[in-house]
């Protein structure tokens, strides 16, 4: 396998958690809130989805549970904003430790564990290409997700139910006085955002690093985060920023197999500066048109 | 991220931590570490040690265990909690740990320090190592009778000197075994990112490399990838034989204990020293174990030998002559390195193709 294979190959599975958790988090703030907790809710859905595939072999269990426990968890910012309308900021980052504490509390006994992750489903024909062809050979949650991506556009985009989502975000107020529950409709996003990230979460510890290491989803709550605000709030750019940033980390790391004479200090922090960089290019683009 | 964990831990190790009365005739000891105990690896081992220390002195030794409290100010504070609680004695886990342990020992010059992997002292402020590489070479040695692609790789966490040196040791051992051997380095830039070290160990198999060294990493990430992809890995600290049944190499063990239960009766009875102990074979702190059963029968006398020779030190790992990689000689045939310039390597051997970031 040449190294341009093992970067088309682990692409979408590495930048997969990214991409979940960042497209959960921009329907939270298309409805205008801030949820800055993901990296706890992350990491709570691993633990928890970790533990489930390990005692039951069930990846459909972990990752469902994973989803559930981080949902759960967001609705704990949400009663505190919505509800007591507690500071977004400070109740985000509340409910982002304590969601790093429970990860660690529903790990402790499962430290360094190892389970089996799922098996990778090749297209007939395509997965044989040269180079290309790990492209083409992804567990099921990677296919899932590419439909789901498109699924999400098009609702976001293209239905009553993604301009109400909107019409939320950018007034409230013109929202209330034609009848929607503001109140529901912003703790349903923060629900979906919090299930996403426990998913993202839940897969980190499940199907692409399969074991459970306190700590583990290691800065990249924040970095979804970051794409969500880089990438603008439109499912396309934060789909492509997180795509981008996983393949420059793969492509860092690949360049040093491959004996590349570049700094590994640069290399890893690369795909930080680039991502930034393009999607700010892009942005720019879009207001001169 | 790094305050809201340590906000977490904070709040963990106040309900946690702290229950342990103080008794007047009791040792009271604390070991601080960065990363979670878990069942193998760094902090592991570490603790392990203590708790065997601690198991025969019985109730006349009280340890409190505290993790994982990142590098920086808060872990300042914990440890300074620690003393003002009553702990005497600190092991602290960590080379980031230094100041705020070495500032903390001046101020108590009742209590005495043992640091991992640093490099200042003070009477009661003992800075410790592993020679690492004294169990590398011997890997090398095994890794090259296994290899068919004569291509070995290394995940390394960062470039500091204790991995390079690991590392050259790794390849002169190889290479003492089959000259035509090299090995490559990806540095993840991290002391802990389970997801990304399988990403470097992937990138590297996806290179040929059919036999990894997991270097400084704290979970089994790269052993259970070693075993799903089918190349052969060891690692360093615990056995993780466990985690890759059939692709395992072996261990570069560390049983910290025999220097934990000298440093401790030091502290009793008044002779602790602060000087830099650097721990191998010959110290009963380095051991080999889980060694692959497909190791050649020669290979496996010839790495027993080697092992025999360096305890005795008849054999030099780092003797002469030693190539770096741009073919400049670095220590003339007959010479050796000493121990400062083994401890700030900064170069790798020849026979290493990745170039070292610097």
Request: charged share 15%.
């Amino acid at each position: 396998m040449t190294i341009l294979a093992f970067v088309f190959a682990g692409i979408l599975a590495a930048s997969l958690p990214l991409l979940l958790a960042a497209l959960g988090e921009m329907v939270v703030e298309k409805t205008g809130l801030l949820n800055l907790g993901i990296e706890g809710m992350m990491a709570l859905g691993a633990a928890v989805g970790f533990v489930a595939v390990y005692l039951t072999g069930s990846h459909v269990l972990g990752l469902a549970g994973g989803a559930l426990a981080a949902a759960l968890l967001s609705l704990a910012f949400a009663g505190m904003v919505l509800g007591a309308r507690a500071n977004q900021v400070a109740a985000g980052l509340a409910v982002g430790v304590l969601g790093l504490g429970l990860s660690a509390l529903f790990g402790a006994s499962y430290e360094s564990f190892t389970v089996s992750g799922l098996p990778k489903l090749a297209v007939p024909a395509l997965s044989d290409l040269p180079v290309l062809g790990g492209l083409f050979r992804q567990d099921v949650l990677v296919w899932a997700a590419i439909p789901g991506v498109v699924v999400l556009w098009w609702v976001l985009e293209r239905t009553k139910a993604g301009l109400v989502i909107r019409a939320v975000g950018e007034n409230a107020d013109a929202a209330r006085a034609i009848g929607y529950d503001v109140v529901l409709i912003r703790a349903g996003a923060v629900a979906f955002g919090g299930a996403m990230a426990g998913l993202g979460g839940a897969y980190a510890s499940t199907v692409l690093t399969p074991l459970w290491a306190e700590g583990m989803i290691a800065g990249r709550g924040w970095i979804a985060l970051a794409l969500v605000v880089f990438g603008t709030w439109r499912t396309g750019r934060v789909t492509l920023g997180a795509l981008l940033f996983g393949t420059l980390v793969l492509g860092g790391l690949a360049a040093q197999a491959a004996g590349a004479r570049v700094p590994s200090q640069l290399l890893a922090s690369l795909p930080y500066l680039v991502t930034i960089v393009m999607l700010c290019i892009l942005s720019a683009g879009r207001r001169r048109a | 991220m790094r305050t809201l964990k340590t906000l977490a831990t904070l709040a963990l190790s106040a309900a946690l931590a702290l229950p342990a009365a103080a008794q007047d005739d009791t040792l009271k000891a604390m070991v601080m570490l960065p990363s979670p105990e878990g069942d193998v690896g760094w902090s592991f081992t570490m603790i392990e040690s203590l708790r065997r220390v601690q198991a025969e002195y019985g109730d006349a030794m009280d340890l409190t265990v505290i993790t994982p409290i990142p590098e920086g100010p808060d872990a300042d504070r914990i440890m300074n909690n620690a003393v003002a609680d009553g702990n005497e004695f600190l092991v602290l886990g960590s080379f980031g740990y230094m100041n705020g342990g070495i500032q903390l020992a001046k101020r108590n010059p009742d209590i005495d320090i043992l640091h991992a992997s640093g490099y200042l002292t003070e009477d009661n402020f003992a800075p410790f190592a592993a020679k690492y590489w004294q169990g590398t070479y011997l890997m090398g040695m095994a890794a090259a009778s296994l290899t068919e692609s004569k291509k070995l790789g290394v995940v390394g966490a960062f470039a500091i000197p204790e991995l390079i040196t690991s590392i050259n040791a790794f390849a002169l051992g190889a290479r003492e075994v089959d000259p035509e051997i090299e090995v490559s380095v990806v540095w993840v830039n991290s002391w802990f990112d389970p997801a990304a070290e399988q990403d470097a160990a992937r990138a590297l198999l996806s290179q040929g490399v059919d036999v990894l060294f997991s270097n400084a990493q704290d979970t089994p990430s790269v052993v259970s990838l070693a075993e799903e992809e089918g190349a052969y890995v060891f690692n360093l600290n615990s056995s993780m034989k466990a985690y890759a049944p059939s692709r395992y190499l072996g261990v570069v063990g560390t049983d910290w204990s025999p220097w934990f239960a000298e440093k401790i009766a030091g502290h009793l009875d008044g002779t602790f020293e602060g000087e830099f102990a650097w721990l191998g074979f010959g110290d009963d702190v380095l051991f080999m174990a889980d060694y692959s059963a497909d190791i050649p029968d020669d290979v496996a006398a010839l790495i027993a030998e080697r092992e025999a020779a360096i305890r005795s030190g008849d054999f030099d790992v780092f003797g002469g002559p030693l190539v770096d990689q741009s073919g400049t000689e670095r220590v003339a045939s007959g010479a050796s390195m000493s121990d400062p310039e083994i401890l700030g390597m900064d170069w790798h051997v020849e026979g290493v193709t990745t170039p070292l970031p610097n």
